[in-house]
């Protein structure tokens, strides 16, 4: 990807909305010497986002953006970007759907983490669906954000077995576990090409 040209890493935001797992396993994975980005800022359309709290434990700068208006909003968030010199965006528990004209900016520079193996189960309640669709596996995708939800390139996948006695609770809990690690893999990988 262009965008590595130079020794530095990629100044990285990551977007969440809610426990930031994921955004707490980016920080770890960012500072590891193999990684190519660096995480700079910490966007949240929720101020009770418990994930906040990584921004304070790392140091990370942290936005929160209102989005009753979501013209403003995308504005104010493109803004800050802009400030912070953000060259990349992952979408970790995000729940907003950014719009076109967003993505148009960061063109191929988003990504996101979704727990279902898609094109299945896109959109929300994607574990409860797969249990009463009687599924074998379900798993996670990492993908390239484009303007249709939950439809961008695929990067990677992990599949994960359903169990007999499965629920949303407990498939969430494994597909989780995966998701740390998928979502680091991603990121070498659109780098390394
Ligand atoms: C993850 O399952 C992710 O795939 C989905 O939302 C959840 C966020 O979890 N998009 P966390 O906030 O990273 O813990």
Avoid at 104 to 132: D, E, M, Q, V, W
Avoid at 163 to 179: D, F, Q, S, W, Y
Avoid at 183 to 190: E, V
């Amino acid at each position: 990807m262009e965008i590595l040209a130079g020794s530095k890493k990629i100044k990285t935001a990551v977007f969440i909305s809610g426990t930031g797992s994921n955004l707490k396993n980016l920080i770890k994975f960012s500072n590891l010497k193999k990684s190519p980005i660096s995480i700079d800022l910490i966007i949240s359309n929720n101020s009770k986002a418990k994930g906040l709290i990584f921004g304070k434990i790392f140091n990370i700068k942290k936005k929160i953006i209102n989005f009753k208006n979501i013209n403003l909003a995308e504005k104010k968030i493109l803004l800050e970007l802009k400030k912070n010199k953000i060259n990349f965006i992952c979408l970790a528990g995000f729940m907003k759907i950014l719009s076109k004209n967003f993505i148009k900016n960061f063109n191929g520079k988003i990504l996101n983490i979704h727990p279902s193996l898609l094109p299945k189960f896109k959109g929300l309640n994607t574990h409860y669906r797969a249990i009463k669709n009687k599924e074998k596996f379900s798993g996670c995708t990492v993908h390239f954000v484009n303007s249709k939800l939950d439809s961008g390139k695929i990067i990677l996948q992990k599949k994960v077995r359903l169990n007999k006695n499965e629920t949303p609770k407990t498939l969430a809990k494994k597909i989780l576990v995966e998701e740390h690690k998928l979502y680091p893999k991603a990121i070498l990988k659109i780098f390394s090409l």
